[in-house]
């Protein structure tokens, strides 16, 4: 069974930039499908960016974040540019032990989850 952690959240303001970083251990990422999802208050969680055989993205982050893997220290990055007020949120890492073309979306989707990292974007 896989753990995540989740680190790099903060305060930030708007235009400015955040790498989250997502450390797996008790499972190797390269065989897992690896996602961000965030959740803001009052708001259901909803799926930022996956990767697994290809990436794929939420339409409001395309070309703006960036998910990345590094096997050797087994861990998933998400590279956040360009942040904005409204990409405020806890964001979590979540694994589904499936390598496919096809990104899963949903969250019922994954089976582990971090804990999750807060990130505020000031106006």
């Known amino acids: 069974q896989v753990q995540l952690v989740e680190s790099g959240g903060g305060l930030v303001q708007a235009g400015g930039s955040l790498r989250l970083s997502c450390a797996a251990s008790?499972?190797?990422?390269?065989?897992?499908?690896m996602a961000w999802f965030r959740q803001a208050p009052g708001k259901e969680r909803s799926f930022v960016a996956g990767?697994?055989?290809?990436?794929s993205y939420a339409d409001s982050v395309k070309g703006r974040f960036t998910i990345s893997r590094d096997n050797g220290k087994n861990t998933v990055y998400l590279q956040m540019n360009s942040l904005q007020p409204d990409d405020t949120a806890v964001y979590y890492c979540?694994?589904?032990?499936?390598?496919?073309?096809?990104?899963?979306?949903?969250?019922?989707?994954?089976?582990?989850w971090g804990q999750g990292t807060q990130v505020t974007v000031s106006s």
């Open positions: 979540a694994a589904r032990p499936v390598i496919s073309l096809v990104i899963a979306t949903s969250t019922l989707d994954y089976n582990y």
């Open positions: 990767s697994s055989r290809k990436t």
């Open positions: 008790g499972g190797h990422i390269s065989t897992y499908n």
